[in-house]
């Protein structure tokens, strides 16, 4: 899952960054209002965790186009106005939650399940490609009832291609999603992942049940 924090408090920002990419995310980071518009409007995410604090545009205004723009980004708010009000304007302006400042990293990072959850159960709770399934809420994958264990890339490409199965998805995409924006686009990262999913899979290259290489273009996961 690829994040964006829009926080002009620098400190707070890393410290956030930090934290949830311990948890397995994918963070990249505005500190400001037009800068986190801007990338938002660029870039593949699930979630913004938005300050509403911000200069150059306020978090209102960017969660009103973000909302206006892509209506099934979550978004979160994560700001120190705590009246009630601000409550209800934020959450009318298109706010799936919203925590106020200061709170516990343990807090957020729970929130954040829980929208994902939500999002999951409200779209489709498994996905299915020939024998493999996955639970994007629980992060578990399986192969003929048995669990995979895979390393927190392999999960998000596998996710991703299923998400996207019988279409082709390019090495870029898979960066951008999997990954961050501080990804190098000329690494073979993407290439050594995709090996060790297919080994997990039993999956042979040359002749591929699930996962097949479009030379030069990218992979495309078999839809049946």
């Known amino acids: 899952m690829r994040l964006l924090i829009i926080e002009d408090e ?32 660029v870039n593949d995410y699930d979630m913004l965790i938005l300050d509403l ?15 206006a723009m892509y ?17 209800v304007a934020g959450l009318d302006t298109g706010a799936d939650d919203y925590l106020i ?3 516990h990293f343990s807090e957020l990072t729970a929130r954040i399940r829980a929208l994902f959850r939500r999002d999951s159960r409200a779209h489709e709770l498994i996905l299915a490609c020939g024998d493999i399934k996955l639970d994007p809420a629980s992060h578990v994958a399986w192969l003929n009832n048995r669990r995979l264990e895979l390393t927190r890339k392999e999960f ?16 870029e995409a898979l960066l951008e999603h999997v990954w961050d924006e501080r990804a190098n686009l ?14 997990k899979l039993g999956d042979d290259p040359d002749t591929p049940c699930y996962i097949e290489t ?9 839809a049946g």
Request: hydrophobic share 40%; glycine share 10%.
């Open 10 to 41: 620098r400190d707070l920002a890393n410290a956030l960054a930090k934290g949830l990419r311990r948890e397995g995310y994918n963070i990249d980071l505005a500190c400001d209002g037009e800068e986190g518009l801007h990338m938002g409007q």
């Open 53 to 67: 604090n911000l200069p150059r545009m306020d978090g209102m205004e960017v969660c009103r186009r973000m909302r």
């Open 71 to 87: 209506p099934a980004i979550l978004i979160l708010m994560l700001t120190a106005r705590d009246a009630p009000e601000d409550r």
């Open 101 to 103: 400042k200061p709170f």
């Open 156 to 171: 998000g490409i596998l996710e991703y291609l299923m998400r996207h199965a019988g279409e082709v998805v390019s090495q």
């Open 186 to 199: 000329f690494t073979n990262t993407v290439r050594v992942h995709i090996n060790g999913l297919r080994h």
């Open 214 to 222: 479009i030379i030069g273009v990218g992979y495309r996961m078999k």
